[in-house]
């Protein structure tokens, strides 16, 4: 009889495969059909979006992010190519995407259709997403004694990186692509460490130094000029639950953050709670109410043992 190098008779049941298998299928068709309203739905790929995400950095900045040797005369033709291929590759993820939402498209033309109009439309707002991004950068410079140039804040400060993510994330939620939008942020959170919810408001001049650890909830709502440090969190207080006992979903339950705040590093900001303009955050404060226009937010204590 062969022995094969794994010790077992070449030809006898090596795994368990029919009662593994069999298991698994029970267990599976408890939770879920393959099938959902009758279709198979394709789940976006990640790998394709991480292709999408450096096909957009390259458009928005492409000779940081793009290719190093571009000419005057050779950017243009660059930036369209670039475009068009990553945008081709958006329209399907975004197709693939919106099958997952609550009110998925019914025919697959229907799906096509509106993957396409979401695509033109994001598209469209990829001048003022760089816009907003350059106010970043801008900001960052201006913001960290440390930062020597625009180039090292664009390779080098994971704070440019999420928020990179984030612009376009924002885009793609509010046109009506939540899933894709989604996806991004966690690839952005899985670079970075920092984790800002697709659907958050956050004005231009925005800037996270250092940044691991940042968490920034679903219905926050960040003013302009705003900076905050490495594991500042804007969450949610409490969770709200229906009669049944369901958590209510989408209120309002993180904090309003002003034009021109400071947030130091550690602290932890949470409820629907404002913070008022020009205020300062200090590190590790906790704070659950909220804080009138420039205050200074300090620990009342300092220990010295
Ligand atoms: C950031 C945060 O509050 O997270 C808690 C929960 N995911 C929520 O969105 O309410």
Redesign the pocket.
Known sequence: MAIDSYGAASGAARWDLDEVVNQLRVSREATHNIRHQGRVRELPSRAQLVQILEGLAAVLFPTHYGRPNLTDESIDYFVGDTLNTTLDRLHEQVRRGLQFGAVAPETEEAQAQAALSITRAFAATLPQVRALLVSDVQAAYAGDPAATSIAEIMLCYPGMVAILHYRLAHSLHRLGAPFIARIISDIAHSRTGIDIHPAAQIGASFFIDHGTGV?I??TTVIGERVRLYQHV????KR?PADASGQLIKGTP??PIVEDDVVVYAGATVLGRITIGAGSTIGGNIWLTQSVPPNSNVSQAHMRSD
């Open positions: 968490v909830g679903e969190t804007l969450g949610a969770f339950r993180h």
